[in-house]
């Protein structure tokens, strides 16, 4: 079993930054590739960035140049640095993980998410 636990939600005025943690635990062999998701009231989830093991970062358009992942191997922990938030940043924000677990099955895990509210 694949866990996945985010923090660093909250509100904030349009130019302001937060920084979202997620930390995976569990029965957790390697984790190939992580990244953040979010989602808007009556839309589909949407990448915002991911880093796969080995490679550099891809991040979506409308975030490039403002958000920045990183990922700490040794603490199984992906961060999102958003910085310049503007009101169309506000959703609620997974972390997801693409894991092989110690069983050797492979799982794609999402986090409970946090929410992100960012005022004009």
């Known amino acids: 079993q694949v866990r996945l636990v985010e923090s660093g939600g909250g509100l904030v005025q349009a130019g302001e930054s937060l920084r979202l943690s997620c930390t995976a635990s569990g029965s957790i062999s390697s984790i190939n590739s992580m990244g953040w998701y979010r989602q808007f009231p009556g839309k589909q989830r949407e990448l915002v960035a991911s880093?796969?093991?080995?490679?550099?970062?891809t991040y979506a358009d409308s975030v490039e140049g403002r958000f920045f992942i990183s990922r700490d191997v040794t603490r199984n922990m992906v961060q999102l640095q958003m910085d310049s938030l503007k009101p169309e940043d506000t959703a609620v924000y997974y972390c997801?993980?693409?894991?092989?677990?110690?069983?050797?099955?492979?799982?794609?895990?999402w986090g409970q998410g946090t929410q992100v509210t960012v005022s004009a």
């Open positions: 880093i796969p093991i080995g490679g550099g970062p």
């Open positions: 997801a993980a693409f894991v092989q677990e110690s069983s050797g099955r492979r799982s794609h895990n």
